[in-house]
């Protein structure tokens, strides 16, 4: 049974750092491409970054370029997402996702096949 789960969520002020982790379990991690997204009530599941397997190679949503930064360990089996200088227009319920292949990256979360429950992010101004 393949489990994804996120921690690392919280309320914190605009300008502040938050660090994301994500375990995963039930799969062979290495082979899966791993992304963070993140849903605001009434929207859109929107795409945010992701990773290669062997995380050789990032990418980035535009409203996350040079602010975040997505990272994984393998022998750990979990993979990070880095966020620095948060705005209120973070605010979300952040999820982790699995990819049932390693490369290429996919931003559109109808190919992702794992889910983590999300974890609540709330920037305040």
């Known amino acids: 049974q393949v489990q994804l789960v996120e921690s690392g969520g919280g309320l914190v002020q605009a300008g502040a750092s938050l660090r994301l982790s994500c375990a995963a379990s039930?799969?062979?991690?290495?082979?899966?491409?791993m992304g963070w997204f993140r849903q605001a009530p009434g929207k859109e599941r929107e795409f945010v970054t992701a990773?290669?397997?062997?995380?050789?190679?990032?990418v980035y949503a535009d409203s996350a370029k040079g602010r975040f930064t997505i990272s994984r360990e393998n022998d750990k089996n979990r993979v990070y997402l880095q966020m620095n200088s948060l705005k209120p227009e973070d605010t979300a319920v952040y999820y982790c996702?699995?990819?049932?292949?390693?490369?290429?990256?996919?931003?559109?979360?109808?190919?992702?096949?794992?889910w983590g429950q999300g974890t609540q992010v709330t920037v305040s101004s």
């Open positions: 990773i290669t397997g062997n995380g050789d190679n990032t």
């Open positions: 996702a699995a990819r049932r292949y390693p490369e290429p990256i996919l931003r559109s979360p109808i190919v992702y096949n794992y």
């Open positions: 039930g799969l062979t991690f290495r082979n899966y491409a």
